[in-house]
C-alpha cells in the first residue's frame, strides 16, 4: 500500500531555525526530510550561526533572530532556544506572518503561553509544539485501542518519564537556571511530554493534583542557588473519575530517555515505553502479548505513520520527522490527526504551573482545561 507521507510532493517551504544546538540539529535534519529548503539559522551570536551554517548545512547564517525572521523569503521559523526565550522569538515570528514551530515548553508561565495562542490565531499561521512521542505508530495503535473500546472502561493510568544525565552535582546545564530554563526544570522539561502522552492516548484530562517535587541539589557545578526542581512525584484524577500517578526525574541512574505509559481497562491494559518504541505491550488476564510494529496489522492512523516496513525500526527522529511533516502539510491545508499546535503548549503550561503549584502549598490543586481558562480571561 502506498503511504500518505512518502508520496506526499516535497514541500517548497524555506525554513529557518533560530538556535544551533541538539534540537537544531533534529529539526533541520526533519526539515530536510520533510522536502523543505534549509534556508536559514541564527543562534545566539553570528559566530555560533556560522558555525552551525556549515555544519547543518543550511544555505545562509543571519546575524540575529530579528534578520531571520523580517525576511520575506523565509515561511516558518522553528524555534530551537532556551525555553524563556521562546515567547519573544515566537512573538516576533508570528508579527513577521511566519508559520511557527517553537520548542516546549512553549513558555514559561500560562500567562505567555496564552498570549501566544491569541497571537498565532491572529497571526492566521500554522503553529505547532514539538510533542513528537505522538509520532511514534505504536502510541497511536495504543490512542486507537482505547478510543474503539478495545482496553475497556479504564481505571488506571500510570505514567514515569526518568532520566539520568543530571545524576551528580557536576552535572549542569542552562536548564537548572529558573531565570533560562523557567521555575519549573524535571517537570516543563520533560512532564510536559509524559503529560502530553497521556492525555492524548487516553482522550481524557487530568483535572486535580497532588504533587512533590525534590531538588537534590541547591549547587551544581556552574549554578549557585539552584531551586528548580529535580524530580516531581504526583497523583492525580482525570474528568471522567480515572486515578493515576506520574514520576517525572533527572536523576534516576541508568535510564536516558525512559517515558512510560501504561493504561489499564477493564479488558486490558496497554504500555509504551519510548525506549522500545517497536513494541506495544498488551496486558491480559490470559494471554498477555507484546505487539510488534507490522503496518499491515496496525489501525490506519498508526500505519499512515509506519514510513518503514516492519521489522525496519523506527525510532525517535522518525517520530520529529513525522511531525514535522504534518506541520507542514498543515501549513498547505491538509490538518492531519493529532498535530500538537500551541493550545498544547498552553496545556503543558497550566498543568506545569498547577503541579508545581501543589508541591509548593503541599495541597490538591484543581487543573483547569484550556478552554475555562480562556473563559476566566475574557
Ligand atoms: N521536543 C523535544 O523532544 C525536545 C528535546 C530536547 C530539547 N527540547 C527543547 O528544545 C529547546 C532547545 O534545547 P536544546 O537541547 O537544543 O538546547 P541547546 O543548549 O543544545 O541549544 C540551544 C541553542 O540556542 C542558542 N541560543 C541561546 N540563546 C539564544 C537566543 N536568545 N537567540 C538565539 N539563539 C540562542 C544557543 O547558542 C544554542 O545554540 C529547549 O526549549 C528544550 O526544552 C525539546
Not at 552551525?52 to 516558518?76: F, N, T
Not at 488506571?156 to 549542569?172: A, E, H, K, N, V
Not at 504500555?271 to 513494541?279: H, I, M, N, R, V
Not at 514510513?307 to 527522529?317: E, I, K, S, T
Amino acid at each position: 500500500m502506498e503511504n500518505d507521507r512518502t508520496t506526499t510532493a516535497p514541500s517548497r517551504l524555506r525554513a529557518g531555525f533560530v538556535g544551533a544546538g541538539f534540537m537544531a540539529e533534529v529539526h533541520s535534519r526533519a526539515a530536510r526530510a520533510a522536502g523543505a529548503e534549509i534556508a536559514g539559522i541564527a543562534s545566539s551570536n553570528p559566530a555560533s550561526a556560522a558555525r552551525a551554517k556549515d555544519r547543518l548545512g543550511v544555505e545562509r547564517a543571519y546575524a540575529s533572530a530579528q534578520d531571520l525572521v523580517q525576511d520575506d523569503k523565509i515561511d516558518v521559523i522553528h524555534v530551537c532556544t532556551p525555553n524563556a526565550t521562546h515567547v519573544a522569538l515566537a512573538e516576533a515570528a508570528l508579527n513577521a506572518g511566519k508559520h511557527v514551530v517553537c520548542e516546549k515548553p512553549l513558555a514559561t508561565n500560562v500567562q505567555d503561553a496564552a498570549h501566544l495562542v491569541e497571537l498565532a490565531a491572529t497571526a492566521g499561521t500554522v503553529a505547532t509544539v514539538p510533542f513528537v512521542y505522538r509520532f511514534h505508530p505504536m502510541v497511536r495503535e495504543a490512542r486507537e485501542r482505547i478510543a474503539s473500546g478495545q482496553t475497556g472502561r479504564i481505571s488506571t493510568i500510570q505514567g514515569s518519564y526518568l532520566q539520568d544525565w543530571l545524576l551528580s552535582r557536576d552535572d549542569d546545564n542552562w536548564r537548572v537556571d529558573a531565570g533560562i530554563g523557567g521555575p519549573s526544570r524535571a517537570f516543563a522539561d520533560i512532564g510536559s511530554h509524559l503529560c502530553d502522552l497521556i492525555e492524548f492516548v487516553t482522550g481524557d484530562r487530568i483535572s486535580r493534583v497532588g504533587a512533590l517535587s525534590r531538588t537534590l541539589f541547591t549547587g551544581r557545578a556552574n549554578h549557585k542557588n539552584v531551586q528548580t526542581e529535580d524530580l516531581v512525584a504526583a497523583v492525580f484524577a482525570t474528568e471522567t473519575g480515572t486515578v493515576g500517578n506520574l514520576l517525572v526525574s533527572q536523576v534516576a541512574p541508568g535510564r536516558k530517555n525512559r517515558l512510560m505509559i501504561e493504561i489499564s481497562g477493564s479488558e486490558s491494559t496497554v504500555q509504551f515505553d519510548q525506549e522500545a518504541p517497536e513494541t506495544l505491550w498488551l496486558g491480559k488476564r490470559t494471554g498477555s502479548q507484546l505487539l510488534v510494529r507490522d503496518p499491515a496489522a496496525l489501525s490506519p492512523d498508526a500505519a499512515r505513520l509506519s514510513v518503514l516496513p516492519g521489522g525496519h525500526p523506527q525510532g525517535y527522529q522518525d517520530a520529529f520527522n513525522a511531525f514535522v511533516a504534518d506541520t507542514y502539510a498543515a501549513i498547505s491545508g491538509d490538518i492531519r490527526e493529532g498535530l500538537p499546535t500551541f493550545r498544547d503548549g498552553l496545556r503543558a503550561a497550566i498543568l506545569t504551573e498547577r503541579i508545581i503549584g501543589s508541591s509548593n502549598s503541599g495541597q490538591w490543586i484543581d487543573v483547569p482545561g484550556v478552554k475555562q481558562l480562556e473563559g476566566v480571561q475574557q
